[in-house]
């Protein structure tokens, strides 16, 4: 066998000198056989569960979770509330009307005459009421909109000012003077049946959000109650697990 660098060198040095003792002898041995460093090998550790330990979790998570579901049906029931009370407060004090079912059959709206003569204090009113409005308004400016008369009417203007710096006869004047009125006329009447319009879409928007959130809030609640029946299951069949184990032992 061939010895390795460090065993030729303790030997070669072992010839020139003998050990002078047993204990000098001990130690060139013990430099030779010197073990190797000792590796700290890894511990698996187990975790059993049991199935008390197990149904215990579960019990405490639905418990948090029954909670959770009732609180934030709570908060989506107060805000199914306080739309509806808001959007009713602010449509009634309104004072809007639908016309009599005759007008409105006249008109040609008799999708409308289950409104007629009703007061809008609903959003499904609110939303009804601003069709009606928005029929109005395509009668007026020949369909449109009151950002659209912009420029209708300052060219009116403009022209009136023209006739009169070129002298123009006064009938000329006059007639481009009424063309201007029409215009100003229509485009104040568009901007307030535009502005009346999206308040009452506002309005129904709100109102529908509000119900959502009240359907919303009745699955909270019942998904609530579903969880609370599954927690009082699990304490039971925790139980009576405990009581089997005792019974065993």
Known sequence: MRATPARRRIVSEGRG?????????????????????????????????????IDKTLVALGGVFAIVLFIAGGLLMWGHNFSSDYVHKELASQNISFPAAA????????????????????????????????????NIGGGKTYADLGAVQTEAKNAVQAAKDQGQPQATIDDLQTKLTTVTTQRDTLFKGETLRGLLLSAYAWSTIGRIAGIAAWVSFGAGVVMVVLVVLGIVHERRLGRKAVAKA
């Open 17 to 53: 000198l003998e050990p002078r003792s047993e204990g000098d002898r001990a130690m060139s041995t013990i430099a030779v056989n010197a073990p190797a460093a000792a590796t700290a090998t890894p511990v698996d550790t187990e975790v059993h569960l049991t199935r008390r330990g």
């Open 103 to 138: 007008e409105l059959t006249t008109e040609g709206r008799t999708d409308l005459v289950q409104f007629a003569g009703q007061q809008v204090t609903t959003g499904s009113q609110a939303q009804a009421y601003a069709s009606f409005i928005n029929g109005h308004l395509q």
